[in-house]
């Protein structure tokens, strides 16, 4: 199949454009290396040395004989968008081109506007693109567990029946987004069940909790393949921050409690479930919704996992629990439905100690890159 992914050099971009590469598909990427630019606005660096893109691609087609084509630009310049896709000609998207920090959102109002017209905007020009000149194509958009929130009932599956004053209906699960950029997801999902509806396109939600990991098959061939791990308090996740903090010394940074329960998956889980909701696409006006994640944690029993690991590996790791910079509740109930991309044939793996010894040995072969300044929180919800 000819597949498009867009964000193709960002971190789950690049390690999907690449398995799905091996596995025997068309790949185009399309990027316009804004994160690359973000990372040099903010003074931090990947934990892992990135190469440009024209040198990944190259090292990539001669180690496999197979090519990835290349489409530089903005998916919020429509002209761009358009001229790309009608070169391509895909027939499947994966959508991962957009600003994904909550924190980065949160820092003023410029990241907030730039956070909701990166995605808002690029989303809503590539549903009419879609529209215009490739009306079957299906549509597989990166979403974010975090547009549900923190319900006091089960988290289904996009959707939920209710009953009220004696009638019946299934509606789409109610959303409690907790930050501009989780709000911007949640504007996404709404344009595109809309423009399923309307225009009958067809497209797949894949609500993701927080990936961990670095390695998948394709990323550990090639030092020039590595891909990007990051742990400042901007675009630094929970246990990919938790790992490099334990390889360095640093005590790991527990926001409050502890108690805030998210839904987690391993990096070799987000390319597998993405390759399945292209092998089993959404039906011809079919707005669907997969909750994408493995398993759940607190995230101060995560830190406890990472401060096991790296005591048994000769370690010193103390836990700090910091004030929390967010506005979120930090102890509350939390259960999520996950049964689709199972059911599709998703063989997931769990984090276990193997994980958490690879990912933390990991980090202590590249902690000559940490940069100390930039471990702990500088953005706040409450400003």
Known sequence: ?????????????????LYLSQKGHEVGILDSFVRRH????????????IAPIQQRLQR?????????????????????????MRKFAPEAIVHFGEQRSAPFSMIDREHAVLTQVNNVVGTLNL?????????????????????????NIDIEEGYITIEHNGRKDTLPYPKQPGSFYHLSKVHDSHNIHFACKIWGLRATDLNQGVVYGVLTEETGMDELLINRLDYDGVFGTAL??????????????????GGQTRTFLDIRDTVRCVELAIANPAAAGEFRVFNQFTEQFSVGDL?????????????KVEINNIA????????????????????????????????LDSLLNFATKYQHRVDKNQILPKVSWHR
């Open 38 to 49: 973000w990372d040099l606005e903010l003074c931090s660096d990947t934990l892992t040395p």
């Open 127 to 151: 549903l009419y693109a879609i529209r215009e000149d490739f009306p079957d194509c299906h549509l597989v958009k990166l979403g974010t567990m975090g547009e549900y929130g923190t319900p």
């Open 303 to 315: 830190a406890l996992l990472v401060q096991k690991a790296g005591t048994a590996m000769g370690l």
């Open 60 to 84: 990539w087609q001669d180690l496999t004989g197979k090519s990835i084509d290349l489409f530089v630009g903005d998916i919020t310049n429509y002209d761009f968008l358009s001229k790309s």
């Open 1 to 17: 199949m000819k597949v498009l992914v867009i964000g193709g050099d960002g971190y789950c971009g690049w390690a999907t454009a």
């Open 324 to 355: 929390n910079p967010r506005v979120e509740k930090e102890e509350h109930y939390f259960n999520a439905k996950n049964t689709s991309l199972l059911e599709l044939g998703l063989q997931p793996h769990y984090l276990s100690d193997s994980l």
């Open 240 to 257: 990919n921050r938790f790992c490099i903090q334990a390889a360095i010394g640093h005590p790991l940074t527990v926001y409050g409690t």
